[in-house]
């Protein structure tokens, strides 16, 4: 019933820009925390950058001065853009929801990102 959905990913080049998008569908209530990770082959799943309600946003070291989180509340949707991508960039990325009252995590099925060098 509760779904996220990516949308925004593809192929790009070193350098160049990508945006991601992140919608919720379904009866949900709160979404407190919303955040994009990512995944490339053989490799551990990692946070890029999460965003609370209030607006806490944090990212990681190799995400800070190249990508922007954002999200709108009414909506429960979120946005990443991502500048001066590099091959290191590339990976599956995730869109991810928390509901802390239920401590529930919600995650939608991911979108490919691939930088060439």
């Known amino acids: 019933q509760v779904q996220l959905v990516e949308s925004g990913g593809g192929l790009v080049q070193a350098g160049g820009s990508l945006n991601l998008s992140c919608a919720v569908l379904?009866?949900?209530?709160?979404?407190?925390?919303m955040g994009w990770y990512r995944q490339a082959p053989g490799k551990q799943r990692e946070l890029v950058a999460s965003?609370?309600?209030?607006?806490?946003?944090t990212y990681r070291d190799s995400a800070k001065g190249r990508f922007t989180i954002s999200r709108d509340n009414a909506k429960n949707s979120m946005l990443l853009q991502m500048n001066s991508l590099q091959p290191d960039d590339t990976a599956v990325y995730y869109c991810?929801?928390?509901?802390?009252?239920?401590?529930?995590?919600?995650w939608g099925q991911g979108t490919q990102v691939t930088v060439s060098s």
């Open positions: 991810q929801g928390t509901i802390v009252r239920t401590l529930r995590d919600y």
């Open positions: 965003v609370t309600r209030s607006g806490t946003i």
């Open positions: 379904g009866n949900i209530l709160n979404i407190d925390i």
